[in-house]
Protein backbone atom coordinates (compact mmCIF):
# COMPACT_ATOMS: atom_id res chain seq x y z
CA UNK A 1 0.00 0.00 0.00
CA UNK A 2 1.42 3.61 -1.00
CA UNK A 3 0.15 6.94 -0.52
CA UNK A 4 1.35 9.73 -2.69
CA UNK A 5 1.59 13.14 -2.09
CA UNK A 6 2.26 15.89 -3.99
CA UNK A 7 1.01 19.53 -5.26
CA UNK A 8 3.51 21.73 -2.19
CA UNK A 9 5.39 23.89 -2.74
CA UNK A 10 6.33 28.08 -2.67
CA UNK A 11 3.93 30.43 -2.46
CA UNK A 12 3.45 33.73 -0.97
CA UNK A 13 1.07 34.75 1.95
CA UNK A 14 -2.44 34.79 1.18
CA UNK A 15 -2.01 32.41 -2.14
CA UNK A 16 -3.63 29.28 -2.61
CA UNK A 17 -2.36 25.42 -3.28
CA UNK A 18 -4.04 22.17 -3.74
CA UNK A 19 -2.47 19.18 -2.34
CA UNK A 20 -3.05 15.82 -3.61
CA UNK A 21 -2.57 12.18 -1.99
CA UNK A 22 -3.11 9.19 -4.66
CA UNK A 23 -3.68 5.90 -2.85
CA UNK A 24 -2.72 2.33 -4.62
CA UNK A 25 -2.39 -0.85 -3.50
CA UNK A 26 -6.13 -0.80 -1.85
CA UNK A 27 -9.00 1.23 -1.79
CA UNK A 28 -9.89 3.25 0.79
CA UNK A 29 -13.13 3.78 -0.23
CA UNK A 30 -14.75 2.76 2.55
CA UNK A 31 -12.02 4.19 4.90
CA UNK A 32 -11.03 7.67 6.54
CA UNK A 33 -8.39 9.65 5.24
CA UNK A 34 -6.95 12.76 6.60
CA UNK A 35 -3.83 15.01 6.49
CA UNK A 36 -1.43 16.12 8.83
CA UNK A 37 1.33 18.73 8.92
CA UNK A 38 4.82 18.97 10.77
CA UNK A 39 6.80 22.00 10.98
CA UNK A 40 10.89 21.70 11.32
CA UNK A 41 11.10 20.93 14.93
CA UNK A 42 7.77 20.54 16.06
CA UNK A 43 5.19 17.42 16.53
CA UNK A 44 3.14 16.35 13.67
CA UNK A 45 -0.47 17.61 14.20
CA UNK A 46 -3.71 16.94 12.76
CA UNK A 47 -4.68 19.64 9.53
CA UNK A 48 -8.39 17.40 8.30
CA UNK A 49 -10.01 14.25 8.09
CA UNK A 50 -12.81 13.08 5.68
CA UNK A 51 -15.45 10.29 6.15
CA UNK A 52 -15.03 7.48 3.22
CA UNK A 53 -18.22 9.28 1.36
CA UNK A 54 -16.78 12.61 2.08
CA UNK A 55 -20.25 13.66 3.81
CA UNK A 56 -18.49 13.99 7.21
CA UNK A 57 -14.91 16.41 7.39
CA UNK A 58 -12.92 17.65 10.53
CA UNK A 59 -10.43 20.62 10.96
CA UNK A 60 -8.15 21.75 13.30
CA UNK A 61 -8.94 25.31 14.18
CA UNK A 62 -6.64 27.66 12.61
CA UNK A 63 -7.19 25.99 9.14
CA UNK A 64 -11.48 26.25 9.19
CA UNK A 65 -12.58 28.62 6.74
CA UNK A 66 -9.21 28.35 4.75
CA UNK A 67 -8.48 24.75 4.02
CA UNK A 68 -11.38 22.42 2.63
CA UNK A 69 -10.34 18.35 2.34
CA UNK A 70 -12.59 16.44 0.02
CA UNK A 71 -11.87 13.38 -2.18
CA UNK A 72 -12.45 11.16 -5.16
CA UNK A 73 -13.04 7.90 -5.00
CA UNK A 74 -13.50 6.79 -8.14
CA UNK A 75 -9.48 7.87 -8.02
CA UNK A 76 -8.28 6.51 -4.41
CA UNK A 77 -6.99 10.33 -4.32
CA UNK A 78 -8.13 12.73 -1.26
CA UNK A 79 -7.16 16.48 -1.78
CA UNK A 80 -6.54 19.43 0.19
CA UNK A 81 -7.22 22.65 -1.09
CA UNK A 82 -5.61 25.57 0.56
CA UNK A 83 -5.91 28.83 0.34
CA UNK A 84 -5.63 32.59 2.12
CA UNK A 85 -2.45 30.53 2.92
CA UNK A 86 0.06 31.82 5.78
CA UNK A 87 3.31 31.91 6.88
CA UNK A 88 2.45 29.33 10.23
CA UNK A 89 1.29 26.82 7.23
CA UNK A 90 4.99 26.12 6.63
CA UNK A 91 5.19 22.42 6.73
CA UNK A 92 5.57 18.98 5.75
CA UNK A 93 2.10 17.38 4.81
CA UNK A 94 1.42 14.29 4.81
CA UNK A 95 -1.72 12.50 4.24
CA UNK A 96 -2.62 9.63 6.10
CA UNK A 97 -5.33 6.45 5.79
CA UNK A 98 -6.87 4.05 8.45
CA UNK A 99 -7.95 0.41 7.81
CA UNK A 100 -11.07 1.09 9.17
CA UNK A 101 -14.66 3.02 8.46
CA UNK A 102 -14.52 4.43 11.76
CA UNK A 103 -13.53 8.45 12.54
CA UNK A 104 -9.67 7.79 14.13
CA UNK A 105 -9.08 11.61 15.67
CA UNK A 106 -7.08 13.40 15.53
CA UNK A 107 -3.90 11.56 17.07
CA UNK A 108 -1.06 10.77 14.53
CA UNK A 109 -0.80 6.94 16.14
CA UNK A 110 -4.26 6.65 15.35
CA UNK A 111 -3.94 6.30 11.25
CA UNK A 112 -2.49 3.00 9.69
CA UNK A 113 -1.34 4.66 6.52
CA UNK A 114 1.29 7.23 5.89
CA UNK A 115 2.44 8.71 2.55
CA UNK A 116 5.83 10.36 2.09
CA UNK A 117 5.24 14.15 2.77
CA UNK A 118 5.38 17.33 0.58
CA UNK A 119 6.65 20.47 1.67
CA UNK A 120 4.69 23.67 1.64
CA UNK A 121 6.52 26.70 2.33
CA UNK A 122 4.71 30.32 2.53
CA UNK A 123 6.77 33.23 2.50
CA UNK A 124 5.78 36.56 4.21
Known amino acids: VQLQASGGGLVQAGGSLRLSCAAS????????MGWFRQAPGKERKFVAA????????YYEDSVKGRFTISRDNAKNTVYLQMNSLKPEDTAVYYC??????????????????WGQGTLVTVSS
Open 96 to 113: AAVRGSYYPGRRPHEYDY
Open 25 to 32: GRSFSSNY
Open 50 to 57: ISWSGGTT
